[in-house]
Each structure stands twice: as structure tokens, then as C-alpha cells.
């Protein structure tokens, strides 16, 4: 389980473009987006670097990781 801190996420069409990058790299993941704090908790196998990769493409660099 990831807890990633995307700063540039600011409405629901930011969270709706997260949520469906994220499920494309893994269909089974659970993902639960949190706006008001910037965060989103993903549970996946995939490793950190690919969710990393695939936010930074649609334009969500993660800030933070834990």
C-alpha cells in the first residue's frame, strides 16, 4: 500500500483522471482519493516507480510517497 501526495490535484476532474490512469495500470487495485488533503492510498502489487511514471505522463507528479 502507497499513500502518494499529488499537489497539483485541486477538483473532481483531477480525481476522476487519477482514479482511471491508476486502474489501467492495475484493475484489481484499491484506490481510495482523498482531495481535501491531496492524497491518493493505493493498494497494488505494481512498484511505486510505474504509478509514479504513469501520474507524471497525464500530468500528477507525486511530491511525496510513504
Do not use: R
Amino acid at each position: 500500500m502507497y499513500t502518494l501526495k499529488i499537489p497539483k490535484m485541486s477538483c473532481g476532474g483531477c480525481v476522476n483522471t487519477i482514479k482511471a490512469t491508476l486502474m489501467k495500470l492495475d484493475e484489481e487495485a484499491l484506490i481510495n482519493i482523498d482531495l481535501p488533503s491531496k492524497q491518493v492510498t493505493i493498494t497494488t502489487d505494481l512498484p511505486v516507480e510505474s504509478l509514479k511514471s504513469a501520474l507524471t505522463q497525464v500530468g500528477y507528479p507525486i511530491s511525496e510517497v510513504n
